[in-house]
């Protein structure tokens, strides 16, 4: 099995940045992608951003050009850099992984709020 811990999150006015960041214990050998995701109050959990143990890439539309995703896979860290914010992005922000055989994991989730 796979821990995920995240930390990073905060306040934050309009036009800023954060960097979010998750650390996997356990089983790590076993992770394929890693993921970012969110949740904003009566929304559904999205997808943010995700990387695979190869650095492929891809973004949420609403995202893309503003946020970057990056892995270390030696630490089983990933991060996200997410510049510009939007009052928007407000969100509690949830790290993900998956693993070869398909089992995925949650981290706890980090607040992110954006101020205008």
């Known amino acids: 099995q796979v821990q995920l811990v995240e930390s990073g999150g905060g306040l934050v006015q309009a036009g800023g940045s954060l960097r979010l960041s998750c650390a996997a214990s356990?089983?790590?050998?076993?992770?394929?992608?890693m993921a970012w995701y969110r949740q904003a109050p009566g929304k559904q959990r999205e997808l943010v951003a995700i990387?695979?143990?190869?650095?492929?890439?891809n973004y949420a539309d609403s995202v893309k050009g503003r946020f970057t995703i990056s892995r270390d896979n030696a630490k089983a860290t990933v991060d996200l850099q997410m510049n510009s914010l939007k009052p928007n992005d407000t969100a509690v922000y949830y790290c993900?992984?998956?693993?070869?055989?398909?089992?995925?994991?949650w981290g706890q989730g980090t607040q992110v709020t954006v101020s205008s």
């Open positions: 993900h992984s998956r693993s070869r055989s398909g089992s995925e994991s």
């Open positions: 356990g089983i790590i050998s076993s992770i394929n992608a």
């Open positions: 990387i695979t143990t190869s650095a492929i890439t």
